[in-house]
């Protein structure tokens, strides 16, 4: 199948926290068989920032925004399934609505929401916004996370279908690799200051290591330079995908903070907590629900409520109990988490669609024929 994908960006993480979803998703499609384009506008200076200039399993298409829309939006009304995924950053309002026009002949539009949260904290903000008429017009609507409660808010908007795509790892890339001295730390946390976020890491992070100052702790990620940090906290600054493997060897524990809304809605779990588990880390989670419907707590991760539970892991969980912790968690991700396993979820609900779209047809073709062995068999 050709898929064209509208996103954020699939070959730079900078200020993008979707991009390793998008490739874990993407490559593992592409060795089903199908054929992708994603196209992601130029902006945010992240193509100043690229991971890599080159994807082998999909054409990306960079392209300057507004002045390209109107021909990348038809190139992909050549594709048999366009993705409007959430959070391009520019334009999003006209990409939701113009996808559309690609539908029928056979081809199929879905709306992929990487931040449900967001999307609908923002339609129950505005009843005039037009996503609103919208909804009801996809094929498909997936997401990247938000369990039953976010399935149910979609339903009740008109949404044909929801179907959660969630998180997972990457064995090719997420992988454990020797420590490097540099990254030695207790506890590392990578996260961009983001305003949905900032308390939960002040809560988590900041007042942990205020708490325990024998303890060295190490921040990665954007926006925090402005920020006073306690003595014993180290800021890193942007840290590319390329060496979050490294980080997470080298830290004993490794720190995941969700944003509020994600915490809230729950069955979110982000790219970091897949990462750490590829690295064979100790991750230590703030707790959000559903987390038990991923990793056992306490056998293949730890779960915090307060700075005080992130203290008493670091004072009170050995090296050892650590490194038994990380391994279970990456034999979990390996076994029930992994983006081949999230592809093949998608691959099986395109197939399916396809299949009920042409019972349909044959059903109309069909006629009263049909219909009368239908009712028999009943």
């Excluded at 399935?151 to 044909?160: P, V």
């Excluded at 900041?206 to 940090?229: H, I, S, T, V, Y």
């Excluded at 990462?275 to 880390?281: L, V, Y």
């Excluded at 992994?338 to 299949?355: D, I, V």
């Amino acid at each position: 199948m050709r898929i064209f994908a509208f996103g954020s960006s699939l070959i730079s993480s900078y200020w993008n926290g979707a991009a390793t979803y998008y490739r874990g998703i993407y490559k593992n499609l592409a060795r089903l068989g199908h054929q992708i384009t994603f196209a992601e506008p130029d902006i945010y200076g992240r193509q100043e920032h690229r991971d890599f200039e080159t994807i082998e399993y999909a054409r990306v298409r960079v392209y300057r925004t507004p002045g390209d829309l109107e021909r990348v939006l038809a190139e992909a009304c050549e594709a048999e399934l366009v993705i409007k995924h959430s959070g391009v950053g520019r334009d999003d309002d006209r990409l939701e609505a113009e996808v559309l026009n690609c539908g029928g002949r056979g081809r199929r539009v879905a709306f992929w929401d990487v931040d449900a949260p967001a999307t609908l904290a923002r339609l129950a903000r505005d009843a005039a916004d037009p996503f609103h008429r919208l909804i009801p017009r996809y094929d498909f609507v997936f997401t990247y996370g938000g369990g039953p409660p976010v399935i149910a808010n979609y339903l009740q908007l008109g949404a044909r279908n929801c179907f959660p795509i969630y998180n997972a790892l990457d064995p090719d890339t997420h992988i454990p690799v020797p420590a490097e001295e540099r990254f030695r730390c207790d506890l590392v946390f990578l996260g961009n200051r983001m305003p949905d976020r900032e308390a939960r890491v002040e809560q988590f992070f900041f007042q942990a290591a205020e708490a325990a100052p024998q303890f060295n702790f190490l921040l990665g990620g954007e926006g925090w330079g402005g920020k006073r940090l306690p003595n014993n906290v180290r800021w890193m600054g942007h840290v590319g995908t390329a060496a979050h493997n490294v980080v997470n060897s080298s830290a004993r524990m490794v720190l995941n903070i969700n944003r509020e809304s994600m915490a809230s809605v729950g069955f979110s779990p982000p790219t970091r907590v897949f990462e750490a588990a590829g690295a064979a880390a100790c991750l230590v989670t703030d707790a959000w629900t559903g987390v038990e419907e991923f990793f056992a707590p306490g056998k293949e991760i730890l779960v915090a409520w307060s700075a005080q539970d992130i203290v008493r892991y670091l004072r009170d969980v050995a090296p050892e109990q650590a490194r038994r912790i990380g391994s279970a968690m990456r034999a979990r991700a390996l076994s029930e988490h992994t983006y081949e396993l999230r592809a093949n979820q998608l691959h099986r609900l395109l197939g399916e669609h396809s299949q009920k779209a042409r019972g349909e047809q044959g059903a109309v073709d069909s006629g009263p024929l049909r219909a009368l062995v239908c009712e028999e068999a009943e």
